[in-house]
């Protein structure tokens, strides 16, 4: 692949915010005092009379928001993953959830790739916890620009509460920008015969990028884009399995109750294959770039590619 340019995630989320706040007026933001460091600043400048800023408070803003929903709005608040998915559970799950409210949800900073945040800031356990609650659709871009499309159908094709997962770094904004998204439904960017590799986040480009490195050692892989991770594409994963009958997964998040479990639920359940789950195994992050603490968890372009090179050699 060519060198692609670099955008944030999160202008992608305030993009789709700002765009959706114009069609509906119900669309209200809270802010939580780090409305630069997720992309809603610019929603408070836009719309100051539907913006409230409400400090370091995780789990008022939860509370609030089911209120707000309660009301007729649409709430959207954002902060660091690992904050909202731990401080702020029991308000998210009783208050939204159990009472299905649309509350638009955006976990910021997520994975490894923070950096030199360290393990306090960076959400390893995210996707787990809020996959696991009742109600709460999931969702995973992989850019900018499929945060915000990811955003649109948040606003557009879900009713109950919705939770985005994007990272800090700026990434390679490879997607088509007007190509929708749709919750429970997946995209397949590249056919291969000989291993199917299933990614979400930022994992995705770096999938791309192993697999052109596969093509020369005459390895044809399947890279599928796993965005909408709850509810799950479970069609365009067992088509997979059984195209390739081996499948490897990636993910900036714990082993346990990620993408890769949730994959395996699915293949166990319908068609079971081989299934090899890369990501964190069962430890805290720690401080360090993100070109570093990628490669400290395996999980760069070279050791994924030996990875799946193992993989496929294995009886």
């Not at 499948?247 to 090899?276: C, D, R, Y």
Request: charged share 20%; hydrophobic share 40%.
């Amino acid at each position: 692949m060519n060198d692609i340019s670099k955008s944030l995630m999160r202008e992608g989320f305030s993009a789709g915010l700002i765009e959706m706040a114009e069609r509906h007026p119900e669309i209200v933001c809270l802010g939580l005092d780090i409305s630069k460091s997720v992309g809603v600043d610019k929603f408070k400048e836009v719309y100051p009379d539907r913006f409230f800023s409400l400090g370091i408070a995780e789990q008022n803003a939860a509370s609030i928001a089911a209120g707000l929903s309660l009301s007729g709005k649409i709430p959207v608040f954002s902060t660091y993953s690992t904050f909202i998915s731990t401080r702020s559970l029991d308000q998210i799950r009783v208050s939204i959830c159990y009472n299905n409210l649309h509350v638009i949800i955006g976990g910021a900073h997520a994975g490894i790739s923070v950096g030199p945040d360290g393990a306090s800031h960076q959400a390893l356990e995210d996707i787990a916890i809020m996959r696991s609650l009742p109600n709460m659709t999931v969702l995973c871009p992989c850019d900018a620009n499929e945060t915000k499309q990811c955003f649109v159908a948040a606003v557009e094709q879900i009713s109950g509460p919705v939770f985005i997962r994007y990272a800090r770094e700026a990434l390679p904004n490879f997607t088509n920008p007007v190509e929708k998204i749709f919750p429970g439904k997946s995209k397949l960017l590249k056919s291969g015969k000989d291993i199917g590799i299933i990614a979400c986040g930022s994992m995705v480009y770096t999938s791309l990028k192993v697999s052109e490195l596969l093509e020369k050692y005459n390895i044809y892989s399947s890279v599928l884009n796993l965005y909408s991770i709850k509810p799950i594409d479970k069609e365009a994963i067992i088509n997979l399995a059984k195209i390739t009958n081996k499948i490897i997964t990636l993910e900036e998040h714990q082993i346990s109750g990620g993408i890769g479990s949730a994959v395996s639920e699915v293949l166990s359940q319908n068609f079971p294959v081989k299934i090899k789950i890369l990501g964190i195994k069962d430890t805290f992050g720690e401080s360090g770039t993100p070109q570093e603490l990628l490669f400290k968890y395996n999980l760069n372009e070279i050791s994924i590619f030996n990875s799946i090179q193992k993989f496929l050699n294995e009886n």
